[in-house]
């Protein structure tokens, strides 16, 4: 990704030009609220197999993606995503990473 896609990207995910959150609760609890329903609506998922759902099972690259997902039965698929399903989940992905980062030392 270019920088200058990834800084178009920032503000969508809800980070500032530093990679820092910036997101208010409500704000990101409807960003995952977009991941989940649109896993839903274009990749045909059930909420269990959404909770289920781990960093790893999901797999994006510039163009494709794919979700691993273990429903019924603890029987296992894997589901394309949609380009917009994809979109939702660059974007929580960048604030999950951006959240867990280590936070900078400070200067005593």
Do not use: C, F, N
């Amino acid at each position: 990704m270019t920088e200058r896609k990834a800084r178009v990207r920032l503000p969508a995910a809800g980070l500032d030009e530093r990679g820092r959150a910036r997101l208010s609760y409500q704000q990101a609890k409807a960003l995952v609220a977009k991941a989940s329903g649109g896993a839903t609506l274009h990749a045909g998922t059930r909420i269990a197999e959404i909770a289920a759902l781990d960093v790893a099972d999901v797999r994006l690259s510039a163009r494709k993606g794919e979700l691993h997902l273990v429903g019924k039965g603890e029987k296992a698929r894997t589901v394309p995503v949609h380009p917009k399903l994809r979109e939702a989940l660059t974007s929580l992905a960048i604030l999950v990473s951006a959240l867990t980062a280590a936070p900078a030392a400070r200067p005593s």
